[in-house]
């Protein structure tokens, strides 16, 4: 590996001749600063941070997939306010005492709680690079901004997307899909939303999706005033895919009572099940009836990069919206999302806010680029598209893509031992890399088969084998094991049944004896 | 300096009997991952990116304070979808290249625009450890969720709040204004705007801000469909602070006619000029007229941690809601601020959706804690509170009120030398730490003098001198330099009036030849 270093780049660059260089000054005596007395110092713990770090990545396997926070590390992270400087050293001590060892533990291969990427060793150090320009990507002629402008094109086209369409990093999939609705608000309301507001209101905007879709909808709805009576939840079919007839009759009976019918959001991956609705039947009936159709697509818009999955996002490309996590199946670290929105000057107006103190001027910093701001909640904004830019280049679009093979495969695999067992039963399709099942041991009834279920989920995590998640179906209990982890093997799922049959026989044993 | 280091402590953890180890299984030869197959080449280019990145900041004072993008960075940005992975090392050889000497330039002792923040060596560091634990603080039994209590703690009480404060960490200071302005509709606004929405509406919202509010306001409002309309905009005194007088008048007038006041933003540091609102005035008018008082504290808040600039935030600890950044003058890596609400329930009733996938369990991972995703606009969420408790810890409270003092004390230089120059006079005056000025030299008209400041402020970041931002006050263009920087040392504003001072005297030997 040769690297260019950044004293060679320092040193070309004065070679070039650019600016003439400014007298150095000395601090007064009195100056203070956060800039360390002795860097060397900070050198070295920087090298033990690194070697530490990467030795809790390589060796994450021999630790157990979750543990309790203990009463000693609670009472370590409830002190009072620090008043006087620490040694850096001391308090990196601390860090690795008490918060280090009870992560979430989403970087463990048998983590598949929630929905949650398990980030990469290099997408660790692309954030000390972050850190060090402390850049604030809202604007201007600085590389953050075409960093940014690079990996939005990268990722329209990853969606197959136009490559003018305008995007915008967020910190994650609930605020891209705030930022789609904001801009369908904005766009097909048909209120002028922004100058009057609530005032202009006329007749109810009503937005549909599946009942199967996330919270962050509800949320966004909330947020931007339409109120959770705004969305219209669709029944799913058998296969959690919205039921596209029932849509398009509720749009119909709507506009026949005076209400203004005017985005559909759909699913690329519902966190319940990994169900993806028919796109192409959604994008119809909202071309029908002049509706924007947002996606989202928070992780499961990622099997547009495997040839063997992409067929099942077919209609993606109609969207006027798209959200897409990046903290997901792609694995950059927390926290970053993608909000896409085909039509750039509703996506502008949708946020942009005069301010003569942001006036884009025509020569220095402020001169006229992207003027990210002017796209989502943030005005400063952290340069999260490093992590975004380094992360696609040194893993290539094609290594996503077989990953998340991988991950659809081994939730194949698992649903074939859900199947093969007579204890367990699957409690929906797995249709993408989600497997909900429960215990169903012959002879118990509903009510101690989700008992025992609740057991199985607690009892996994304790012993640190495994972190599935939880959710209900029909009712009724479930264990949710969603996979989107790159460090996860077929033998970690070989292993998570049978240490779940191993409690079942625990369970029914006490069961029988009690 | 002694660290336990990371092994130490999973070997003592070995020995204190954890859970016990599972069986670690080899991955079959076609499972793939994004974890290296050499970490030592992983480990010595991250020792690389320590040392060039404390290098780069370490010498930072060397280099200009800004530099135009060049096509060929711009061409480097500007490349192909990677289909294919790269080695590390190469795509870093392009990141320091490319990407590294072109940042916002925040970094830099000479950078005042806009108001942003320094950044610091440690503070980069624990991205690092916040990308090695790659944590999803959402809620549950994981030490971030301790971590971030404890810091929502901290800084309630260093800004004089009670302890029991509810809070949250996000991206910055407009997404804090929208929690607090979020919050403020549901509890003050009389509708339900979370269940109906717009369809509850009689009478309009009115909320309350001086003329010299951030844009940030504006743009929740929008969000928050309340539109713009519904800002009032209160006129300001000489002083830059909102009228107070006139704030009554205004809401009392709008009772009369039928509207609903909910909210007053007040300033502490507005973006402009540094004003801060009278708030103890502000707070007694709220409460007279049943409002609730949101403070915009972004920056100015941060005067609080000095006993010397206390004083001036008198009324703060009345305020419902606050808003702070911590990537400002706190100097933590973009991006964080925090949002503060009094009031838990109303806090958490304005974003709290329930999902049956994230229903709190009695044990495991996803047993009850603070749900910090309930608190605001993301569900999952990174463990930004990780920089936010190593900074506040490493370097202590009184220094960064220490700081806060010498960036005031600059701006009162820098103003005296504008004042004592014959050819620049202030445009307003100077309460904290922004500086506004322009060019006034005897006999131009103001138009010319607007013209000249216009070409001071392109010259001076075009020579890498400094970075100024702009603002228009009373209708003029004004150079303006906003001190929130550990790095600027009182002879780096003698050098910004110095080379000012030069293209003042060659511009007008220009015009005069002309």
Known sequence: MTVATWGAVLQADDDRGGPPPVRPMPPADDEATLDPADWEAVRALGHRMVDDMLGYLRDVRRRPAWRPVPASAKAALDRPLPNDAADAADVYADFVEHVLPYPTGNVHPRFWGWVMGSGSPTGMLSLLLEGAMNAN????DQSPVYVEQQVIAWIAEMLGLPNDTSGVLVTGGSVANLVGLTAARRARAGIDFDGLGLAAIEGAPVLYCSTETHNSVDKAAATLGLGRA???????????????????????????????????VANAGTVNTGATDDLARVADVAERHGLWLHVDGAFGAVAALSPALRDRLAGLDRADSVA????????????????????????????????????????????ETTTFSDLGPQLSRGFRALRVWMELRTHGVARYGQLAEQNVAQARHLASLVEASPNFALAAPVPLNVVCFR?????????????????????????????????????????RVAITNHRSRQSDFDLLMQ?????????LVTRDSS
Do not use: N
């Open 499 to 507: 240490v779940l049959e191993e409690i079942v026989a625990e369970q």
């Open 324 to 367: 897409l996590d990046l903290h997901k199946w792609l694995h950059m670290p927390y926290d970053v999302g993608c909000a896409l929105v085909r039509d750039r000057a509703t996506h502008r107006a949708s946020y942009a806010q005069p301010a003569s103190y942001l006036a884009r001027q025509t020569r220095g910093l402020a001169a």
């Open 230 to 264: 705004a969305v219209r939840k669709i029944p799913v079919r058998a296969d959690y895919t919205i039921d596209v007839d029932a849509l398009e009759a509720a749009i119909i009976d709507d506009r026949v009572l005076g209400r203004r019918p005017f985005c559909v």
């Open 137 to 140: 990507a809202f604007a201007g």
């Open 439 to 479: 215990a169903a041991p012959p002879g118990l009834d509903a009510a101690a088969c989700d008992a025992l279920t609740r057991e199985l989920l607690a009892q996994v995590q304790e012993r640190g084998v495994a972190v599935p998640s939880h959710t209900m179906l029909d009712g009724r209990f479930a264990l």
